[in-house]
């Protein structure tokens, strides 16, 4: 996602939020200046419910979870095959 000069559009944030839902973690380009940046990203998650976890100049990294990972435990991550409990 790209936000620009025309800033935090209504258009900008149903694609963010559409984003988010259908993939958790995503990078957003803000193309303003740092003060700028700061309040823009702020906005976004504020609005979206979202979580900045990381950021390199212009681009911020958004994390929200996901319906599926609110609806269902945590599996085990190791390496081999699913087993029934």
């Given at each position: ?9 209504d258009?900008?944030l149903?694609?963010l939020?559409r984003?988010l839902?259908?993939h958790?973690?995503?990078k ?6 740092r003060e700028a940046r700061?309040e ?6 504020e609005?979206?419910d979202?979580a900045v976890?990381h950021r390199?100049?212009?681009i ?8 599926t990972?609110?609806?269902q435990?945590?599996?085990d991550?190791t390496?081999g ?5």
């Amino acid at each position: 996602m790209q936000v620009g000069h025309g800033g935090l559009s209504d258009a900008v944030l149903g694609e963010l939020e559409r984003a988010l839902t259908a993939h958790g973690l995503i990078k957003v380009k803000i193309n303003l200046d740092r003060e700028a940046r700061d309040e823009i990203a702020k906005a976004i998650c504020e609005k979206t419910d979202a979580a900045v976890v990381h950021r390199v100049g212009k681009i911020t990294v958004l994390w929200r979870p996901t319906p599926t990972e609110d609806a269902q435990p945590a599996k085990d991550r190791t390496a081999g095959p699913e087993t029934s409990d």
